[in-house]
């Protein structure tokens, strides 16, 4: 959206420093801060932080003829705005286990807090995390295309009549991620993860040919068509992620730190990815997809590879899982994407 209304060069600097901002500060910060301070206060504070973005948003907007003005105010802002991010991610506790009441970490049995950082960063450099990481990657290089680089094909010297258009784009998006969010979780259960990456990467393959081999400038029918097959797309990726890590780091004391590597990788990524997005533009400022096709075929590759590749492990685990005789063996979580005799 922030690529819409406002001037493109500093849209995609504000949204890279946002995300990397995010990553660091989730990977450095935001859990001590929640150990220190308590979930309660960290999320009141995570949230002012975004008030003061969007007031600062409204300034700059209000001042649309001053970009130095919006250069900075905003560039600051999405520092902190990151900040503000990783500690309410830190602070919710989506993983299972956690305290409610206080803390964001669970503390170990003599009361201390548990080493979460460089459980993280053990984390991160696991096998498993690794090949995992391809999805990680992929996802965030779709964000920064459909939410940064997409609406920039609606290109006339009608401002209001394309913004208007952009919002609509951004509506069919999320409209069809909100309904794939829904619809995967089930065929996931049934298929499997190498069957819905295979078929989302095969469906982003086509959509992004279309976008490179079609008529799609100022074309909002198939732009929304192509908004809605990455929307679909993206709800397959996320569900993917929320499917395999618990798989591959199953219980409340690994999963913690799997989920900070997974948001570490995921934000590095997209600061990333939309810092590239601007050298991706063309000079009537519409994306090059002769830049872009390759760049997300190629990541669509290493996401099906890393996703069969992870798959390979929590078969090799549940294999080594039921040699261990049963008196011996800890208890773990039933999965529904491992039946009996299947890797899937």
Same mark, same amino acid.
């Given at each position: 959206?922030a ?37 309660r ?62 803390s964001a ?11 979460? *950082? %460089?459980?993280?960063? @053990? &984390?991160?450099? #696991?096998?498993?995390?690794?090949? +995992?990481?391809? $999805? !990680?990657y ?10 940064g ?6 290109h ?25 969010s ?14 819905m990456v ?14 490179t ?16 097959? *990455? %929307?679909?797309?993206? @709800? &397959?990726?996320? #569900?993917?992620?929320?499917?395999? +890590?618990?798989? $591959? !780091? ?17 934000a ?12 991706l533009?063309g ?10 096709a ?8 290493i ?12 078969a ?29």
């Amino acid at each position: 959206m922030a690529t819409s209304v406002l001037p493109t060069n500093l849209a995609f600097t504000l949204l890279s420093t946002l995300y990397l901002s995010f990553g660091l500060h989730n990977l450095l910060v935001s859990a001590p801060l929640v150990q220190r301070f308590g979930a309660r206060p960290c999320l009141f504070l995570g949230s002012l932080v975004y008030v003061a973005l969007e007031l600062l948003y409204v300034v700059s907007l209000a001042n649309a003829d001053n970009e130095f003005l919006q250069w900075m105010l905003l560039v600051p802002a999405s520092i902190f705005s990151g900040l503000g991010a990783a500690v309410l991610w830190a602070a919710q506790g989506p993983e299972p286990g956690l305290d409610d009441e206080n803390s964001a970490v669970p503390p170990a049995e003599d009361g201390s807090p548990p080493p979460l *950082l %460089g459980q993280t960063f @053990a &984390t991160i450099r #696991n096998p498993k995390m690794i090949r +995992l990481s391809a $999805l !990680f990657y992929m996802v965030s290089l779709a964000q920064a295309f459909f939410s940064g680089s997409l609406p920039l094909f609606f290109h006339t010297d009608d401002t209001k009549g394309d913004l208007s258009k952009k919002l609509y784009l951004f509506a069919f998006i999320g409209c069809s991620n909100a309904a794939g969010s829904f619809l995967v979780g089930p065929l996931t259960d049934r298929l499997g993860p190498r069957a819905m990456v295979v078929a989302e990467a095969a469906l982003h393959a086509a959509t992004v040919s279309w976008l490179t081999f079609g008529d799609v400038v100022n074309r909002p029918v198939r732009l929304y068509a192509a908004g809605l097959a *990455l %929307g679909f797309c993206q @709800a &397959t990726l996320m #569900n993917q992620i929320y499917k395999l +890590l618990p798989l $591959l !780091f199953p219980g409340a004391g690994a999963r913690a730190p799997a989920f900070s590597a997974y948001r570490f990788h995921g934000a590095l990524a997209s600061g990333a990815c939309f810092l590239l997005s601007r050298m991706l533009l063309g000079s009537d400022g519409v994306p090059r997809m002769a830049a872009w096709a390759p760049l997300l075929l190629v990541f669509l590759v290493i996401e099906v590879a890393g996703v069969f590749a992870a798959m390979q492990l929590v078969a090799t685990d549940r294999e080594a899982e039921d040699v261990v005789p049963t008196a011996e063996r800890q208890p773990t979580e039933e999965s529904p994407l491992l039946g009996e005799g299947s890797d899937d």
